[in-house]
Nanobody, 114 residues
Framework: QVQLVESGGGLVQPGGSLRLSCAASGSIDSRYAMGWYRQAPGKQRELVAVVGSGGTINYADSVKGRFTISRDNAKNTVVLQMNSLKPEDTAVYYC????????WGKGTLVTVSS
């Protein structure tokens, strides 16, 4: 059974940093693209960053230069390092694994507020 478990969310002041982790278990392996998505209240879920099976990385324009995604295939984890956080980064952040099928984690809340 595939599971994606996110951790690392919380409350942070503007300009601060958070590190989100996603631990994958089950049949997830290096063939899967691993990504982070977010959904703010009243908005659609959107891509934040994704790393493909070959290591190709893509970021949303809104987070370029501030967020960094990385994966450890040996540990089946993907990490999102978020720096210079802004109030508009407030959202539930979801981990996603996709290859032939797509799997989602339950999400972790990030709140950026003073």
């Amino acid at each position: 059974q595939v599971q994606l478990v996110e951790s690392g969310g919380g409350l942070v002041q503007p300009g601060g940093s958070l590190r989100l982790s996603c631990a994958a278990s089950g049949s997830i392996d290096s063939r899967y693209a691993m990504g982070w998505y977010r959904q703010a209240p009243g908005k659609q879920r959107e891509l934040v960053a994704v790393v493909g099976s070959g290591g190709t990385i893509n970021y949303a324009d809104s987070v370029k230069g501030r967020f960094t995604i990385s994966r450890d295939n040996a540990k089946n984890t993907v990490v999102l390092q978020m720096n210079s956080l802004k109030p508009e980064d407030t959202a539930v952040y979801y981990c996603r694994a996709s290859y032939i099928l797509m799997y989602w984690g339950k999400g972790t809340l990030v709140t950026v507020s003073s």
